[in-house]
């Protein structure tokens, strides 16, 4: 039988493969590498995320924010790569809610092409114990310079909901996400 830790999980997982399938154009004839670079990316991976100090019911203090994690790409022309990530920012909010994200997004595909994304933006909601994040962005650096970011995260606390209320707060949680870069 599958817990509602469980659950979670396999409903979060479910929406972003629906996300992701629904965002990958079918494959198209192959493009000069140049024109691969201004093409729409689609991503989806798994990310640890570190808050300090911890999350909190109080909405008053920021937290630093630190995700690792790794991405699977495919762009409109159906080729696919790997990418892994570093993510340093700060959020307000609690535990309960996130209402803004300050960060900045290093990708380093197995390529060895970079991309940098800074995220201004991006409310959260919280439905049954999942918290999703939308996050909006620009691309500041390196492949796809000047293009638009959108992800979303979709996150379950690795701790008790009680931390959230008393103690250090939820300093750890992991996530299911969503990256689409598009020109």
């Not at 696919?80 to 609690?94: F, I, L, M, P, V």
Request: glycine fraction near 14%; charged fraction near 20%; charge should be positive.
């Amino acid at each position: 039988m599958i817990g509602s830790r469980g659950a979670g999980i396999t409903l979060a997982s479910l929406t972003l493969l629906t996300s992701a399938a629904a965002g990958v154009p079918a494959a198209q004839a192959e493009e000069h590498p140049r024109e691969r670079e201004r093409t729409a990316i689609d991503c989806t991976g798994q990310e640890n995320i570190t808050y300090g100090p911890g999350l909190g019911l109080s909405s008053a203090a920021s937290a630093k924010v630190s995700v690792d994690g790794t991405y699977h790409c495919t762009d409109a022309s159906g080729h696919g790569s790997t990418a892994t990530y570093h993510t340093e920012g700060k959020t307000g909010g609690g535990c309960l809610l996130l209402s803004w994200n300050h960060s900045k997004e290093v990708l380093r595909r197995s390529d060895g092409t970079t991309t940098v994304i800074r995220y201004e933006a991006g409310p959260s909601v919280r439905v049954a114990g999942l918290n999703t994040a939308f996050l909006r962005g620009e691309v500041i650096a390196g492949r796809h310079k000047g293009a638009t970011a959108e992800k979303t995260i979709q996150t379950l606390p690795a701790t008790l909901p009680t931390d959230c209320a008393i103690g250090p707060g939820i300093r750890h949680t992991t996530g299911l996400t969503h990256l689409r870069i598009r020109p």
